[in-house]
């Protein structure tokens, strides 16, 4: 009923296409416009100023050949400034952005190994935006931010990238238990070898070796009064001739190896 009087609203976050004749005439802001359809006056259509969404997803290879299904959310929206171009240069803007966001993401993923894939997302995003800004803004539009969703791998890619990373695990959980063995064992001497040493020089004119061999003795001596007290301990039954501790010693010696870096 408006219109048929000539009045027009628009509104707010909105501009309005005027047109004379059929040929751009003006822009009118939010509010009540008075367009008098009899003198060729028309409004031709609106372009909407509001931050709008759009979802992209990306399907390509990457550098060492793995196929990666990229989700991206594009936030766009027209420039207030360039509404003419916005509302006469695309007749379509979604799908025009839709097409520029795939073959820009496309064209960097192609340059990227997985890896990198997944750790330079930031800049990749960074680099997409600048060039997909400068591609836009001559039509009118603005890329206020490009967000990374997901990224997925097809069924092959992503069972050889778990089994990878769990070899990798498996590995590094090793090396720390062969690591923890080695500081353990490397702990042990070291001990021992302060326990000789203090030994030694409370007892002057005892060789290193029998004051080792009276440290060991001491300790598996030790070791035995310790199980005997506990408990739920089982019974153990070991030789004790005369030449048993020096056996003990002798074992001992030899089951201790350390390896020196």
Not at 33 to 44: A, D, Q
Not at 96 to 104: C, G, S, T, V
Not at 121 to 128: F, I, K, L
Request: glycine share 6%; aromatic share 8%.
């Amino acid at each position: 009923m408006g219109q048929a009087f000539g009045c027009v609203s628009v509104p707010q976050s909105t501009v309005a296409i005027r047109e004379s004749w059929g040929k751009f005439d003006n822009v009118l802001d939010p509010g009540c416009h008075f367009v008098p359809w009899c003198s060729g006056k028309s409004i031709s259509g609106f372009v909407n100023l509001r931050l709008q969404q759009l979802v992209v997803s990306c399907e390509t290879k990457t550098k060492d050949n793995v196929l990666v299904t990229v989700v991206a959310s594009i936030q766009y929206r027209a420039m207030d400034n360039k509404p003419y171009a916005a509302f006469y240069q695309l007749s379509n803007p979604k799908e025009q952005i839709k097409f520029y966001a795939y073959d820009a993401i496309r064209a960097r993923i192609q340059k990227l190994i997985l890896a990198d894939v997944f750790e330079k997302t930031n800049e990749m995003v960074n680099d997409v935006k600048e060039e997909f800004k400068e591609a836009m803004s001559m039509y009118g539009y603005e890329i206020v931010q490009i967000l990374i969703v997901n990224i997925e791998l097809d069924e092959h890619s992503q069972r050889a990238m778990n089994e990878s990373i769990a070899e990798k695990w498996e590995t590094e959980s090793m090396h720390q238990i062969e690591l923890g063995i080695a500081r353990q064992r490397r702990a042990i001497a070291d001990d021992l070898s302060d326990s000789i040493e203090a030994f030694s020089k409370g007892l002057p004119g005892v060789s290193t070796t029998d004051a080792m061999k009276m440290v060991l003795a001491t300790r598996y001596l030790d070791s035995m009064k310790e199980i005997g007290a506990q408990s739920e301990s089982c019974s153990v039954s070991i030789s004790h001739g005369a030449g048993a501790l020096k056996n003990v010693a002798a074992q001992i010696k030899g089951q201790l190896v350390v390896k020196k870096e």
